[in-house]
């Protein structure tokens, strides 16, 4: 009897647990290594944008993500490393990818070991530490993208060998009624990776910031916690980005817009006219050419930049910690591990072998 009163509570505290509002502590920490992933983002981003001569290359990745999703009649494809019709190539798309993976890798981890260590041990390390088991599980944490990347690739590339082989004369339609059932499976089972790796990810970091297991035990996870708990997986991510929009919308729109708003309400003459715009990017710098309205427009456009790039931060910070949060309280329900515990990095042991006597002294030549 007692025993089933022990696991009734048991099962009740983990229902309550599963119940319970995330926690999210952003740190100085945590704040400095997401704004220090947005810059490195933005600059990687400017980078491969200058080197192939693309202007709003996000922009134009996002509208070829559509395309891939939904193919419209946008006109003829770009190449491998060229933009047409507002798209580009298949090489560029990969390449922004890439760069994020890196800094996820990195950065994403970092914050959540950082996060996860808050959470867990109340107690808080420096963004070295964070760094330090980061970069030392670099290459595990990019096992996740990959895998979900390589999955979708795979699936997709049946249902293309299935219309490649559709083309063979008289047999070809034959195989298409045949294999048509087996590409929707095929669809169906890539679009559901997809959206299991966008809901996914945040668990994925939080097990890499957390646990001290292989590539795969974070992805398998992952997919497990979000099997067997969906609409706890789902409200969680739901109230992360709902959160994290609104603080993006806060910090950028209210405070950063707010405050270049309030400045030129009463300005005018060449302030208003040439420093503002050029330090909101509507004109170039280098039309600001009298001293000193082009050094205070090029610092105001440098402090505007960093400040959307902090507000960036901020919220990469709180959606990895709150993904922390959820990982912590999944795992204790699905797998039934204490939230307090996480892997622990022991430092080196010294050496307790006694230290080797000192060579004897040379004998003194014969007198």
Same mark, same amino acid.
């Given at each position: ?14 229902? =309550? ?25 933005? @600059? ?6 200058? @080197? ?36 580009? %190539? ?35 390390? %420096?963004?070295?530490? =964070?760094?330090?088991? =980061? /970069?030392?599980? &670099?290459? &595990? ?22 219309? @490649?082989? =559709? ?5 070809? *339609? ?20 997809? /959206? ?10 939080? &097990?890499? %910031?957390?646990?001290?297991? %292989? ?12 099997? +067997? ?44 006219? +040439? ?10 710098? &280098? ?12 610092? /105001? ?20 910690? +709150? ?20 892997? /622990? ?19 003194? *030549?014969?007198?």
């Amino acid at each position: 009897m007692d025993g089933d009163v022990k696991a009734t509570t048991r099962r009740d505290d983990r229902d =309550a647990a599963g119940i319970r509002l995330l926690r999210a502590p952003v740190s100085l920490a945590t704040l400095g290594l997401g704004t220090a992933a947005a810059i490195g983002f933005a @600059l990687g981003i400017a980078i491969l944008s200058a @080197l192939l001569g693309i202007d709003g290359l996000l922009e134009k990745v996002a509208i070829t993500l559509g395309t891939w999703v939904m193919p419209l009649p946008v006109g003829p494809a770009p190449g491998w490393l060229t933009e047409s019709g507002g798209r580009v %190539g298949f090489l560029v798309v990969i390449a922004v990818f890439a760069w994020g993976a890196v800094l996820w890798s990195t950065f994403g981890v970092a914050i959540a070991r950082a996060a996860g260590v808050r959470l867990a041990q109340d107690r808080s390390i %420096g963004m070295r530490e =964070a760094l330090s088991f =980061a /970069v030392a599980h &670099s290459k &595990s944490a990019l096992a996740f993208p990959l895998l979900v990347t390589c999955a979708i690739g795979f699936l997709v590339l049946v249902n293309g060998l299935a219309g @490649l082989v =559709a083309e063979v004369p008289y047999l070809g *339609p034959i195989a298409l009624i045949l294999s048509f059932p087996l590409t929707l499976l095929a669809t169906l089972a890539a679009v559901m990776v997809g /959206v299991g790796g966008v809901l996914g990810i945040g668990l994925a970091t939080a &097990s890499y %910031g957390i646990e001290r297991n %292989g590539p795969l035990d974070a992805v398998s996870r992952s997919y497990s916690y979000l099997c +067997s708990r969906p609409h706890q997986v789902v409200l969680y991510v739901a109230l992360a980005y709902l959160f994290g929009g609104f603080l993006w919308f806060a910090g950028d729109v209210l405070v950063v817009n707010g405050t270049l708003a309030s400045l030129r309400s009463l300005a005018y003459g060449n302030v208003a006219k +040439s420093v503002f715009p050029a330090a909101l990017g509507d004109v170039p710098l &280098s039309s600001v050419k009298v001293f000193p309205e082009s050094l205070a427009a090029l610092f /105001v456009y440098l402090f505007v930049w960093l400040a959307k790039q902090a507000v960036l931060g901020l919220v990469i910070a709180y959606f990895v910690a +709150s993904a922390c949060s959820a990982y912590l309280i999944l795992r204790r329900d699905v797998d039934d591990i204490p939230e307090n515990e996480i892997a /622990v990095v022991e430092a080196p042991k010294p050496s307790l072998a006694p230290a080797s006597p000192p060579p004897p002294a040379p004998a003194p *030549p014969p007198s």
